[in-house]
């Protein structure tokens, strides 16, 4: 930990207006597309990527940073307001937030949300400035044979992002894995199912692919779906948490940071899992459990400060590894490529300073987050009412003309219609739509690291068992994979128990 | 979910089955035993044996979840359809018709299809759309947009 060059990469995000413009533009951004139901922040990064093309790394990267530390804020407007989750990690706030709105404290809920997913997010995001460098320093002397390793180690998260089959996800793991060796074979050059075609020589493009998958799916299955868009009528009349509040809290806030990080840093296992456990963990260790469900602010600080806290901790695997923790860093991981910046190990020994940028930023956008959040509560809470039959069409012209921009071809915008129409059909049938990001990502880690060890050993497979990190590696891919197994039972029943709970409440 | 199911797995095999008969055309490397097609033959296979799970798991009724199949006479499937040829056309004529007209028809046919029929809405937030986004990208990033026919009559 070098505290000279984390104090310059301060004055550089601090100093520097443009870059702490981009910050509260992305935070903005993040708070506004999280509050929408139907828009994530993997969604939101997906969309406002192209918006960093041609600025410097250290901007784009910060504003992105901001559009995730937001989106995951914004969530819980729409779930405190309307008891629509605005992305899945704040399905768990719906449980004790909307109950609150009800009661007409909606201004509560929301200052402790605000409040909660600030403090998750500054510890999550400090937990991340410390550890990730050691896990760094350990990846640093991977050679070939560990990168395939990691590689195979990542992939083996798959499953545990799968959603309701873990069939289906495999299935979306192997066509992402299909579908990154598209283009010229990384070792002999050798045009793999190009179909003639020079736009495909590098592979799929990877921005105009995601703004498919993730933006333009997410259009079709909202047009098919159209409902009313809810009126608001929650009085907010407060903007930060009363000292009582926070003294309540400040136990499940402490508790829950530490439990989002944790999650957040295991691979695959996102702001929703990491909610719902510190739900249940705040739950267990409440004096009056059965008051949970009737608008607790304990719960609401719990949930919050959980998935905020997951931000920081996705990205230790992100930064130090090369290895996304979710869907939004796997969205992110694609940023840093295209500024030039491949994430792992070799970025701190390279490129150590934008590595400190982005610990800096990351705090710095926590700070932002609070102050946007708290000044700009009423307004947000008035997006939800944006009409869709106007947010569609918008958000349409977005996803086409960013995939346009890159490259200025417009093969990329028939590519975003056609991994749209792809995500779509996927998304209506559960064939689970991360695992193919993550698989394009890690796809030509994967194969690249391994063809470069077999031209070591000329062909011999053996050298794959002859490092014991890698050897450890492959081990734990299959371990986890194991317990994913496992565990995915487990943690589908514990979700569907919550949603029953949530179900009864609103009823009630 | 079964019907789904069964397709799902059948594509799944026929992709499957493609790539590797694809890979079969592809050069051997002798040096280092694997060549261009050794992944994809790995993957290709991968996916094969789990569509075939797939099938078989939902003939033993082990399918999980629902499914609503996609019907033509769908309201809302027709809407999704109409907007997919929204925006292929959007896409066929960026380039020729430039941009900001290409925009504005866009934004407002998309509207008139999800029931906005207001012709003062239709036209400021077409036009309000079509500038902020030209402006963001040409203006605040410098990426040159096409401007078509435009181009000719200023």
């Known amino acids: 930990m070098d505290f000279g060059l984390l104090f310059h990469s301060f004055g550089n995000v601090m100093l520097d207006w443009h870059v702490l413009l981009a910050i509260f533009i992305g935070v903005t951004g993040g708070i506004t597309i999280g509050a929408l139901p139907g828009l994530t922040a993997t969604m939101g990064v997906a969309l406002l990527v192209p918006f960093t093309f041609g600025r410097p790394p250290v901007e784009s990267l910060a504003m992105l940073l901001g559009i995730y530390c937001g989106g995951m804020y914004g969530g819980s407007i729409s779930a405190i307001l309307i008891r629509t989750p605005g992305t899945p990690a704040a399905a768990a706030t719906v449980l004790e937030g909307y109950p609150m709105g009800q009661r007409g404290e909606a201004g509560r809920a929301l200052a402790m949300a605000l409040f909660a997913s600030f403090s998750g997010g500054m510890i999550g995001a400090l937990i991340m400035t410390f550890l990730s460098p050691f896990v760094a320093g350990v990846a640093l002397e991977f050679s070939y044979v560990e990168y395939f390793a990691l590689a195979l180690f990542g992939l083996s998260v798959i499953i545990s992002i799968s959603g309701t089959s873990i069939i289906k996800g495999i299935m979306s793991g192997f066509f992402g894995l299909l579908l990154s060796t598209i283009g010229m074979d990384p070792i002999s050059g050798f045009p793999r199912f190009v179909f003639g075609r020079m736009d495909l020589m590098e592979g799929p493009a990877f921005i105009p692919t995601l703004i498919g998958l993730f933006a333009v799916a997410e259009l079709f299955s909202n047009i098919e779906k159209m409902g009313v868009t809810e009126k608001i009528q929650a009085r907010i009349g407060q903007f930060l948490p009363s000292w009582a509040d926070i003294k309540t809290s400040a136990n499940n806030i402490g508790k829950s940071s530490l439990i989002g990080t944790i999650v957040g840093a295991i691979p695959g296992a996102g702001g929703d899992i990491a909610a719902f456990v510190s739900y249940a963990e705040a739950k267990r260790s409440s004096k009056h459990p059965e008051k949970f469900g009737t608008g607790l602010i304990e719960g609401v600080a719990a949930t919050e400060s959980a998935n905020n806290a997951c931000s920081g901790g996705a990205m230790i695997p992100l930064l130090s590894l090369g290895v996304p923790g979710d869907a939004v860093t796997a969205v992110l991981l694609g940023a840093f490529i295209i500024q030039g910046l491949q994430p792992g190990p070799l970025l701190y020994k390279e490129h150590l300073d934008v590595v400190y940028n982005v610990f800096a930023s990351m705090i710095v956008a926590n700070v932002a987050m609070l102050i946007v959040g708290a000044v700009g509560v009423r307004f947000f809470a008035k997006v939800i009412g944006i009409q869709k039959e106007i947010l569609i069409p918008i958000i349409f012209v977005l996803s086409l003309v960013g995939s346009y921009a890159m490259r200025q071809n417009v093969f990329d915008v028939y590519l975003t219609i056609g991994f749209g129409v792809v995500g779509y059909i996927m998304q209506r049938y559960h064939y689970p739509l991360s695992p193919i990001l993550l698989a394009l990502i890690l796809g030509p880690m994967a194969e690249s690291n391994l063809r470069r060890s077999m031209v070591v050993s000329g062909g011999d497979w053996h050298i794959l068992f002859s490092r014991p990190i890698a050897v450890g590696l492959m081990v734990l891919a299959v371990a986890f994979l194991a317990a994913s197994v496992w565990n995915h039972k487990r943690i589908e029943r514990r979700l569907t128990e919550a949603k029953l709970i949530a179900a009864e409440g609103a009823s009630a | ?154």
């Open chain 2, 1 to 154: 979910m079964k019907t789904a199911d069964f397709i799902g797995g059948s594509a799944g095999i026929a992709l499957g089955a493609y790539v590797i008969f694809e890979g079969s055309k592809m050069p051997p490397d002798l040096i280092m035993k694997i060549g261009p097609s050794f992944f994809p033959d790995i993957l290709a296979s991968g996916l094969i044996i789990f569509s075939m799970i797939l099938i078989i798991y939902a003939f033993i009724g082990r399918a999980k979840g629902e499914a609503e199949a996609i019907s033509l006479k769908d309201k809302g499937i027709q809407r999704a359809l109409v907007s997919l040829l929204a925006i292929i056309a959007y896409t066929a004529l960026f380039e020729p018709l430039g941009y900001p007209l290409a925009t504005i028809l866009l934004v407002a046919g998309v509207m008139v299809l999800l029931g906005k029929r207001q012709p003062k809405e239709l036209a400021i937030v077409s036009l309000a759309t079509t500038f902020g986004i030209w402006l963001i990208f040409a203006k605040l990033l410098k990426l040159s947009m096409p401007m078509g026919i435009l181009e000719r009559l200023l």
